[in-house]
């Protein structure tokens, strides 16, 4: 992964937990400032051990913590140097998903090593979205619901996500939303 | 006119999403997606002429007025541009004539600069194939990328002043050690002088050695800490459990073509290890089963409990390990790869990567397990990592806790131990321990003094220190094997030394020294001799 998702989780613990903890994972995972490069690209099993030393760390089971991950990635994406692209992918919840294709598009003719996933809205009422998910990393399905969850955050909507189905290599997820 | 192509309305709005369409009198009667919520004026019913102008405008004040330019402009292919009046918007197109006698507008947004920051423009407000999208996107990627990498300058900038920083501190608070070091050292040797003399009290100097021992005890603690030199917190970990809440992330490592299993077997078994130190473990094994596996596959990982050890000759009644199996179904290494794998004179492999499997083998070896690879030509490749079963939980350890014995298997004759350490105190207490129970011991201060014994007496086995002046163990080790091929190497050391400057059949004991890994290590040197002996 590229080093922006390091730099990330970085921000993450030391707001949870403080500079102390982070130093004992990053002591753990043998990580310094040159893993942290947010242009760089790293093997997956770096970002892997260091999620899960910071999973032991938040008394947290890594699924759990991927989640937590997840929903914060978005909140650190938007106020980082990406939030003005973040901004012109849309500004509700139904634009900005339909548009993630095409703004992760562009990510990858800046970023050519980046493996980014892709997200569907296959299904649209006005309490709930259901989104399709693909990508070929396995394994991160909570992450993902992290994610949604962040950016009902960000698009000041309140609501749940759950996982709901797996059509072949898809993954989908429901959002439902308090629209009542 | 014969119109070419019939287009819907969604369509238009896919293609056109500023479009505006306009009766005869130029009166606005539809307009595209791009001016909702968008406090541009253009509703239906307004006069197109009093929200946009031509776009030259501004800089011409020849331009034709609207209601002009737009029945001029129908049907041909000019580009036609319109500048809002109300908000800093460009659009650009051409203009059709409708059947109704009115005009279709087929407009898209011009962005004024290729900057997103400050335009209001969202991706939606360009049609699928307006290449604007990208133009915009990679320029603001690029401005996010320049700001990212002089952030990261800063960061490394102010990472160095830290670590500069810190070494300082490192530094003073080493002094306030030594200091501390020294007024233990001072007491204990006081109170040995007291033991000495017929007139002091023994429990008196024993309880002030006692906790001297205690305090000296808790600095290395500190300093291990402080070193990051090893993980001193570190709790029996419960092997299965942890492999199985972290088989979905480590499944994370591989791609969609792979799937992977775990059987757990080993129940409660639990090893004492840091639980990254396993899961990062285990990484590694599977980012190298990835490598191997062009075409995807499975890999299981397996657990199950074991009395015998990753050697024959480490077989010890009543050891108990726990063994991690992983097994994978690609096309597998051959055995010169898995060679090359474990060589330590074999520093990366030729594409410059290191091997991943020799550091799990590294590092079962430092918590007193092994790591097993057999090549499996075409059908895959076997790893098993062994490593011992914690039985802290069975072992209070006594308040006031005797030296515990080595538990030697008995043999039909003595195993001759040549003991080399720096640290006279250390080789007293080593040379000691191994002659109360049963060995032949002889303390050597150095590599010459070694040198020297082995000129003069026979040895089976060869336990040394690894950090000592003038020559170190590791090249003694390598010195006595040479001529002394059928010597066994026992290493020790508070400090792992370079892997590709030991050989793999030589064993490594971490300082301070536990006494069931030195009992476990000379009962296996012990079981090769017999072996050989027999042969």
């Known amino acids: ?180 | 006119m014969k119109p070419v192509v019939t287009i819907r309305e969604s369509q238009l709005e896919a293609l056109f999403r500023a479009y505006i369409k306009v009766d005869a009198a130029l009166v606005v009667r539809g307009l595209g997606p791009f001016y909702h919520n968008r406090d541009t004026a253009v509703i239906p019913g307004a006069q197109i002429a009093e929200l946009f102008s031509l776009r030259h405008d501004r800089d011409d004040e020849h331009a034709p007025p609207l209601d002009v330019a737009i029945p001029a402009m129908a049907n041909t292919p000019e580009r036609f541009e319109l500048f809002c009046k109300r908000k800093n918007i460009r659009l650009a197109g051409i203009v059709f004539s409708t059947e109704d006698g009115g005009y279709l507008l087929a407009l898209n947004i011009v962005p004024e600069d290729f900057i997103i920051e400050g335009q209001g423009l969202h991706i939606s407000d360009f049609s699928q194939i307006d290449a604007s999208v990208p133009a915009l996107t990679l320029i603001g990627m690029q401005r996010a990328l320049l700001a990212e990498a002089r952030q990261a300058a800063i960061d490394l900038a102010n990472a160095q002043s830290e670590a500069l920083e810190l070494l300082d501190r490192t530094q003073r608070l080493g002094r306030y050690i030594v200091h501390d070091l020294a007024n233990y050292l001072s007491i204990i040797r006081l109170n040995v002088a007291n033991l000495a003399r017929s007139g002091g009290s023994a429990e008196a100097g024993r309880a002030a050695i006692e906790a001297a021992t205690r305090h000296v005890g808790d600095l290395v603690l500190s300093l291990e800490r402080l070193t990051g030199h090893r993980d001193v917190e570190a709790a029996p970990l419960p092997v299965d459990q942890t492999i199985r809440s972290n088989l979905a992330f480590l499944a994370a490592a591989l791609p969609a073509d792979f799937s992977l299993d775990f059987i757990g077997s080993a129940a409660q078994a639990a090893v004492r290890v840091g639980r990254t130190e396993l899961i990062t473990m285990l990484t590694n094994v599977i980012v190298h089963a990835r490598g191997a596996m062009p075409d995807g596959g499975s890999i299981t990982i397996s657990t199950y409990r074991s009395d015998r050890g990753p050697t024959d000759e480490a077989d010890m009644p009543g050891e108990d390990w726990i063994v991690i199996k992983v097994i994978h179904d690609g096309p597998g290494i051959d055995e010169e790869a898995v060679r090359l794998m474990l060589d330590p004179q074999v520093l990366a492999r030729p594409d410059g990567a290191d091997f991943p499997l020799r550091s799990v083998r590294t590092w079962a070896r430092s918590i007193g397990g092994d790591a097993r690879i057999t090549a499996l030509p075409e059908t895959g490749t076997d790893i098993c990592i062994y490593l011992p079963i914690s039985r802290d939980t069975d072992e209070a350890e006594p308040l006031s806790a005797p030296m515990p014995g080595i538990a030697r298997q008995r043999t039909a004759r003595t195993l001759r131990v040549l003991v080399v350490e720096d640290e006279v105190h250390a080789l007293d207490a080593v040379v000691e321990i191994l002659r109360m129970d049963g060995y032949s011991a002889t303390p050597a201060c150095n590599a010459a003094e070694a040198v020297e014994a082995l000129a003069n007496g026979d040895f089976d086995i060869l336990l040394t220190d690894v950090v000592m002046p003038e020559r170190s163990g590791v090249e003694l080790a390598h010195e006595v094997e040479a001529r002394h091929p059928r010597i066994g190497i026992i290493l020790m050391s508070g400090y792992l030394p370079d892997e590709s400057l030991l050989q793999p059949h030589w064993s490594m004991l971490r300082k301070p020294l536990d006494l069931s890994l030195l009992s476990h290590a000379l009962s296996a040197a012990h079981a090769k001799l017999a072996d050989s002996a027999t042969a």
């Open chain 1, 1 to 180: 992964m590229y080093g922006m998702a390091h730099r990330a989780l970085r921000q993450m613990m030391l707001d949870r937990l403080g500079p102390s903890v982070w130093a004992k994972v990053e002591r753990e995972t043998g990580t310094g400032p040159a893993d942290l490069i947010s242009l760089c690209v790293y093997d997956d099993s770096k970002t892997i051990a260091l999620i899960s030393a910071s999973a032991a760390h938040l008394g947290m089971e890594v699924d759990e913590a991927l989640r937590v991950f997840g929903r914060y990635w978005v909140r650190f994406a938007e106020l980082s140097s990406f939030g003005p692209i973040m901004d012109f992918t849309g500004q509700d919840l139904v634009t900005f998903i339909n548009n993630l294709d095409r703004m992760h598009r562009s990510v990858v003719l800046a970023m050519p090593d980046a493996r980014v996933p892709s997200f569907t809205l296959i299904d649209e009422t006005r309490e709930r979205l259901l989104v399709r998910y693909r990508s070929d990393r396995t394994g991160l399905e909570t992450f993902v619901i992290g994610l949604l969850e962040g950016l009902m955050d960000r698009l000041n909507e309140t609501g749940t996500v759950e996982l709901v189905d797996r059509p072949g290599t898809a993954i989908d997820f429901a959002i439902h939303l308090d629209r009542s």
